[in-house]
């Protein structure tokens, strides 16, 4: 029959025409990094035309008082704005729109000079009044104000000196001026949050980068060199695109579409890499895996507000067990609060050394009346290996009697836990900083990061995190930590389990273009001349 | 007597008619899409907006979002305060970034449309000839492997597929990309093809099964065999006679599976980070971003009712113009 | 005795769809046990971790091990009462609301009425069912219950339009008209001939739609929408055993295989079903 061939012809057109269509689909060998801009560039040689960034988050926010999806949000922030001092690779705070600075005798009035000239990316000039406006949104906003507690008042004498006035002396003070939260922005469009709202949907730059491409409700962030920025970027364009799911950001950078990832599956440190194209490595961050424990007037817990539950908690993890099942034995577990990494603070603080007490643990919940357990609620972001460490946790502590109910979250909710809601019980996260004071600072001081999300801290340890703060003698320093660990361990209301560390890929060298190491929340792209070295 | 002319007057009032009716009862379906997308954010027990904030939250602030949320008035109200909005063309703005509800579906949706009407070219192109062979050649062995088959592959769950598909083209051979999307056409055929087939093999079991099984029931009308008796010529008779009146059982079950493909779909697109209406359903869902879910969910219903409408006007083309 | 045990038998073999349905039938019941037997008389138990992470597939773990040492066939077995549990409320719950639905609908006389619920049941039955589930979700939150309730709420209508299709033609058969005439009270027509016809049909669905409501569940515990960790579900054990797909592949494909199993032999129960009913 005619038809019945004609049928059949169809039928095999159809088929041809998926296997075109499919053959269309092949995609070419991975991209070939440029020769310019591959593992053996250096920053003084290096340029690089177009760097992608498979990240976690979408880049829905500019403004650092407005958060929303998560830390990538940070970096790009960082990335496109101006700072006075600003971190370089190695995550040690350099000079960037600072000129010069000098300091009183009583360490206690630090005078800045801006460079002469500087301009935003739309041509306003920069003036000094803008990192007064900008300190003001930070001390009065939520996130790690503690850092500038020391700060009595800042002032602008003229267009280019800043003065700043301390109530304490603060060796880390190049540390908190270097912090995103100190971002300059012209002031006179920021001053009210009205204002400050219309103005971070389209920003400028007295940073390397600016904005080029910025869609809260896409996938796609963009960010080109600046031209007006007082030195030369090695970086033409910036692409940060959208991966929530760690396996694609995986296949992504196996085949070259991406160039720099974050947070990738545990697998990836298995995988056989080609090392001339690929650099993968588990980095240690100086951070801190930690388990929070809400102690404001919302938490609906009631067993939680004992200390000896807490000790208890304390007491009953397999820290070791965690850090080996979980995270693949990529970091130790800590005997401590502060991160094990490069720290010459780092002290043990944990009764037998953080190793677990089973027995330890079940009288400290007699005592405390609950020999029965209780429930409990515990909040866990989605990352990468953080629902493994909640199943790890639920069944430690199942052996004490608490039985415990996983809340697995985006990072954007758990940020409307910890900002909004506050009615969390307890947390599976992280405290990254760029020192250790400063990372004790965002839990026992009294305006710290933590303190805030817990709404609690202990004065006395905040004095003495304040004292130690102040002082330059290590050895004067180290008692203070010591006394200030024994009362973290007495209230127990952050319980340190590991040192932080992700693994990341690039295929390019180290510090071209990177988030620093130490601390993820900002990120770095060599420019010539580098930020001064002294 | 009826003349050709009448015949044919006939013919297009009845049309009319019909397509009428079921232009009226499509608005009312529609109407309770609209209800039933604005109820869903009321159904569950609580205060949404307290849901959302926590009882952490300032009270000014959820007393504006109470306001942003309609909550605020009585039931009545708020229907039409959202109904007007409908009206004006806007579906409220997004709760996490202040942007249009709208323009988020106007990005994200051509993505999903062109997945899908790639899935239904290819599964068509396929389900046709294939159903119609199987139940043309009626040998028994061939029609029992066919349905075997065709069962089988409809129980796997697509999302299974995919990972099985995504396991052996993206990550052992590299023949198709993870991630992100192009929009130009033909790159964007490069990021589509392993969903689109995943699609596709779904599809073609239920369209084949569909097309076979009205094909055998078309064999034995009446008029087939007076067709056969009177001698019409061969492909005249095919189209006539046999494919066009059963393709309307198709053309029907197609407007519904479409409807069908595009919830599926949303697990497809989780998987294959395409940025399609389905994966922006879920970030809403799990962010609690209320006026975007039910923006997406009001959308989604509307098309249904639209393809079914077209469906039935298709299939009773297709079906009630028999040349006798 | 023997004579006539044959006869039954011989005469029970031919009728077609039957090797389907009884196919179909041994496969879902050896799941069943499976899932009964093995959790909870088998060596291990599913949360408990056992031995080392990744370790591959041997003689003591037959399908391996997880990537926190626990045991994936314990685990997968154990998905069994969970999956086809939560699902087979997610079908029985609809069945009995759409039907009633349906036959009330069916027998209504009143012209507006009728079009009124009808257009609400299309209006329910527009959505895609996997949609408006997501999009509950958000409204009720995540967890199986939710999915339970949620699935109780929307899934009614598709049984309540077939309900009511075949409750009209039911009841406009000749002997319910002679019931009538003979005097016969209307509850007991209901009852004794509208009920079982009715529900016969949308039985045949539910044991369909049995199967999608598996999907859905399993589905929306992929996206991480209803199950959480570390419950031994399908669709969450597939979803976290992504990432690890290219080590330790078994994580997520004897889960994957389980769930294809369950849907498959239930596929082929309604094959036989349509087949011994219907056609070719």
Redesign the interface.
Known sequence: MKRNKVIRLLASVATLALAASTMVGVTTAAAAASKTCNLKSRPTNAICDTFIYASLHRVQSLDKKAPVSGYTESQMTYIVQGQLYRFDADGQARRDLVESESISADSLTITQTLKSGLKYSDGTPVVANDAVVSYDRWSTSKFSAGYIAKVDKVVAKDSRTLVWTLKSPYPDFHFAMAQEFLGLHPGNRVDTEAKAKEYFKAPVSAGPLMVKTFNPTGDLFEAAANPNYWAKPILKLLKVVTIPDANARLAAFQNGSVDFVYELPLTSKDIKWDKTKFRVAAALDSGTFMIPINMGPLQPNKALRDNRVRKALSLSIDRAGIMRNAFGGLSKANCGMQYNYNNPLYLCSLPKNGVRDISSARKLMNQAGYSDGFKMKLAVPNRVLWSEVAVILKENWSRIGIDVTIDLQPDATIGQYLNVQRNWEIMWFGNNAATPLLQLNNWFATAGLWAGFVGYSDPEGAKLLDEASSMTNRGQIRDNLVKLEKIAFESSHFIPVGTRFNIIGSNIAANLIQPPIPGQLEFFVATNPALPRD | MLNRKGFVNIIKSEFLSRVLGRLI?SI??????M??AFT??R??PGD?AL???????EPE?IELLQKQLRLDVNPLQQFWGYFVELLQGSLGD?L??S?PVL??IG?TLPVTIYLILLSTF?AL??S???G??IA?S?R?PL?YGF??IT??L???????LA?VGM?FF??KH???????YNTSF?EN??????P??VN?IIMTSVISRVVF?SI??TKREEFVETGIIRGVG??RF??FYILKPSLAPTVVLLSYMM??????T??LE????L?GI?RE??T???????PV??G??LV??AI??FL?FMGDLVAYYLDRRVKI | MKEGVMTRFRNWIPMPGSVGIFTGTIMFISLVLAGLIIPNFGPFKANDFVGEPFASMSAKHPFGLDQLGRDVMTRTFAGVPIDLGVAFLGVSIPFIIGTIVGIFLGLAKNRYFINLVGSIIDGVNAFPLLVLAIAMISFFGTGLQSVIIILSITNWARYARIARTRAIVVSQQNYIEAAKTLGYPRWRTIRKHIVPNVSSETIAYALSDFILVIMVVSGLSFLGLAATPPLAEWGSMIAEGRSYLSQAWWITIFPGAALCWAAVSLSFIVEGLSRRDGGM
Do not use: C, H
């Not at chain 2, 009312?28 to 899409?33: I, R, S």
């Not at chain 2, 055929?189 to 392993?194: F, S």
């Not at chain 2, 809403?284 to 209320?290: E, G, H, I, Q």
């Open positions: 009862r009312a379906v529609a109407f309770w899409v209800v039933i869903l954010m159904l569950a949404p849901a959302r904030l926590g009882p952490g939250a602030a997004s996490q970034t942007t323009s988020l990005q290819f192109l396929l046709i000839p294939i119609t062979a043309w009626g028994s029609v349905r075997t069962a089988m409809l129980a796997i769950p697509n999302f299974f990972l396991l993206s990550v590299n023949w198709a990309p993870v991630f992100g033909p055929l490069r990021y589509l093809w392993l689109v087939l596709t099984s055998v029931e061969k492909s095919f189209w409807g069908t493909m595009l919830g599926a949303v697990i989780t998987i294959f980070s940025p389905g359903l879920v809403a869902v799990l962010v609690r971003d209320y879910v039910q997406i969910v989604f219903g249904t009712v079914s």
